[in-house]
């Protein structure tokens, strides 16, 4: 079945430093990726979508300068979270449109971020 | 702007009864799934729900989907505490994008 690989699984770094999440489809081609936040006990937030060589479409209110989307292969999206702060602590989970059938969307094991 | 509202957010049920959780969208759309989640980890796919009318069923889990009412929904039958998670609903917005629903922590005790 579609696979989606999301690392690392859990990152601490130190407020002000810039952290990078990687997600790759491994066994299709996901021309569309998308990133959610869910804080704790709460629902997941999307917060853009990725198109494979083209610009991130972001959620309103999501700060494009602070989570930089990348999206340079059709394997592989990558999330910066640049200058965090402990208030970008959760989790980060990743999603690829394309796995699961035409109408199938794949989900990574997420990231769990914590700044301090 | 898309909404999707489920209720209840919380639900504790006793073994062996059942429940309904219900999903209810603002806009129109004709796929709809839902996932289920526990703690610390990521979603499980549970169900795709491809058109009005649509039901499906996984063991002591029952999916149905009313487009016209913009409703789903996720009824429990004969609850285990395996079932124990949190249910998410999501909407396919315009093809383009899933939008999550508030999602409904699940608490089945003895």
Same mark, same amino acid.
């Given at each position: ?15 002000? &430093? ?7 489809? %491994?066994? =299709?081609?996901?021309? &569309?990726? =998308?990133?959610?936040?869910? #804080? ?6 999307l ?19 602070? #989570? ?9 999206? &990558?999330? *910066?979270? *640049? ?7 959760s ?10 059938? %035409?109408?199938?969307? *794949? =989900?990574?094991?997420? *990231?769990r971020? &914590?700044?301090? | ?21 219900y999903c209810?969208?603002?806009? !129109? /759309?004709? @796929?709809?799934?839902?996932y ?10 549970? $169900? ?10 996984? +063991? @002591?889990?029952?999916? /149905?989907?009313d487009?016209?009412? @913009? ?6 039958t ?10 998410f ?10 939008? $999550? +629903? !508030?999602?409904? @922590?699940?608490?089945?005790f003895?």
């Amino acid at each position: 079945g579609a696979v989606v690989s999301q690392h690392p699984s859990r990152v601490i770094c130190k407020s002000g &430093t810039s952290v990078k999440i990687e997600c790759r489809s %491994l066994d =299709f081609q996901a021309t &569309t990726m =998308f990133w959610y936040r869910q #804080f704790p006990k709460q629902s997941l937030m999307l917060m853009a979508t990725s198109n494979e060589g083209s610009k991130a479409t972001y959620e309103q209110g999501v700060e494009k300068d602070k #989570f930089l989307i990348n999206h340079a292969s059709l394997t592989l999206s &990558t999330l *910066t979270v *640049t200058s965090a702060h402990p208030e970008d602590s959760s989790f980060y989970i990743c999603s690829a449109r394309g796995g699961g059938g %035409l109408y199938g969307y *794949t =989900f990574g094991s997420g *990231t769990r971020l &914590t700044v301090v | 702007e898309l909404k999707v509202e489920q209720n209840p957010l919380f639900l504790s049920m006793q073994e062996g009864k059942n429940y309904t959780i219900y999903c209810n969208y603002s806009t !129109t /759309s004709d @796929r709809l799934y839902w996932y289920r989640q526990d703690p610390g980890k990521s979603l499980e796919s549970l $169900f795709v729900l491809l058109s009005n009318g649509a039901v499906k069923q996984e +063991g @002591r889990l029952m999916a /149905s989907l009313d487009t016209k009412a @913009r409703l789903s929904t996720l009824h429990i039958t004969a609850a285990v505490h395996d079932l124990s998670a949190t249910y998410f609903c999501a909407v396919d917005y315009a093809a383009d994008k899933l939008i $999550f +629903g !508030t999602g409904t @922590r699940l608490q089945v005790f003895p």
